[in-house]
Every structure is written in C-alpha cells, then in structure tokens.
C-alpha cells in the first residue's frame, strides 16, 4: 500500500485561504469515506482536525474544512492564522491495511 | 481529559528487543481499539499494529509483521508493543493512538516514544 500524495509545502499569508490536496487510489481514498487529517506542530503529537472527510471534532476551528473528490481529498485552512503554522497529514482507511498517510505537507504563514 | 503517556523508548543494537509501555487515563480504555503508529526522523506517519478493545484481535504491517507484538491489559489502562530483532529502518518516534468510537480514525494521541536503532 503505498503512501498518499500530498504536496511537501504549501503557504499563504494571515487572513488568506490554502488548500491541501491529497491524492490516494481506487483502493483507499476513492473507495472510503474514512479520510481524515491531522496537525502536528514540531515536537508535538497529531491532532484530529478533521475526520469522514468533512467533519470537525468539538473545539477545532471552523476555519478548518474538508472535502473529496474521487480519489484527491482536500483540506482547506481560511482566514489563515500564525498557529496554524504546521505539518499536516491525510489519512484514509484502507482496504488492505487499517490505515495509510500522507507524507505530510509543511504550511508556512508568511 | 484523555491522555496516553509513551514509556520505554531508547538507543537498542541491531537485533535486540525493547518493549514500550502506553499509560492510558481520563477515558474507559477496554472500550476502545488502540494502534501503534511511527514516525521515522524527518518522515510522515506510518501505521504499525492494531488491536481490538478486548484484545481478541491483532493486526501488523508488513515491515513488523512477525517481529512486534501489540498487546493491553485492561485491569492497568495500558498498551503494549514489544519489539524484538530491531533493525536500523525501526528508528522512529512510536505513538500510541486511540480507535474514534465510532469511525474509522484515531482521535487521540500521546507525545511519542524515542526508538533508536544502532550500533
């Protein structure tokens, strides 16, 4: 199973919006709705920002959303903030292996 | 508050064994799955094992299958993952993650634990 493409950065300045793509298969991503993405600050544990492709848990921003299409899964970051500086990680339920991720995406606030 | 607390990383030689520990507390943890997940220096995620709320259940990827075993005890609130003829390619911080109740992700993590393979 082979990782999700994602693209290594991605940046934007405060206030502005940044989309991160995702691109799997038909074998993970184009046949799950279980894709989810998580933040990791340097140093730090992941954290679930958003999960069934477009669901935010209780306490994330809503500035956090997500969508898919196919086989390429999006996440979009508006109103741009200095904290939101981060790796950034998709994942999708798979139908050989519980789990495979994106090698990350770094999001630069300029 | 949910937590799960990493122990038992370290420096180990090629080949030898090391067992990590995951302190689970602020949530009734023989309710839910629980996965191992590594992060090698300066790359993405990687998921490792997995096993099912009451234990009866485990699974691996390929690159640990038949070295690590995942394991819990229920009565402690703790996860396990031994590890044994560890090899360079092992290196990585392993994170300990909880199954969503009800969806296919992991909600929660711990901070990681250290592993490093050399000699």
């Known amino acids: 199973q082979s990782a999700l493409t994602q693209p290594a950065s991605v940046s934007g300045s405060p206030g502005q919006s940044i989309t991160i793509s995702c691109t799997g298969s038909?074998?993970?991503?184009?046949?799950?709705?279980?894709v989810s993405w998580y933040q990791q600050h340097p140093g730090k544990a992941p954290q679930l920002v958003i999960y069934?492709?477009?669901t935010r848990p209780s306490g994330v921003s809503n500035r956090f959303s997500g969508s898919k299409s196919g086989s390429t899964a999006s996440l979009t970051i508006s109103g741009l903030q200095a904290e939101d500086e981060a790796d950034y990680y998709c994942s999708s339920y798979t139908r050989s292996i519980p789990y495979v991720f994106g090698a990350g995406t770094k999001v630069t606030v300029l | 508050q949910e937590q799960l607390v990493e122990s038992g990383g370290g420096v180990v030689l090629p080949g030898r064994s090391l067992r990590l520990s995951c302190a689970a507390s602020?949530?009734?943890?023989?309710?839910?799955?629980m996965h191992w997940v590594r992060q090698a220096p300066g790359k993405g995620l990687e998921w490792v094992a997995t096993?099912?709320?009451?234990?009866?259940?485990?699974y691996y990827a390929d690159s640990v299958q038949g070295r690590f075993t995942i394991s819990r005890d229920n009565s402690q609130n703790t996860l396990y993952l031994q590890m044994t003829s560890l090899r360079a390619e092992d290196t990585a911080v392993y994170f300990c993650a909880r199954l969503h109740k009800t969806t296919a992700t992991i909600d929660y993590w711990g901070q990681g634990a250290r592993v490093t393979v050399s000699s």
């Open positions: 038909s074998s993970d991503i184009g046949a799950s709705n279980y």
């Open positions: 602020g949530f009734a943890f023989s309710t839910f799955g």
């Open positions: 069934d492709v477009n």
């Open positions: 096993i099912w709320d009451d234990g009866t259940n485990q």
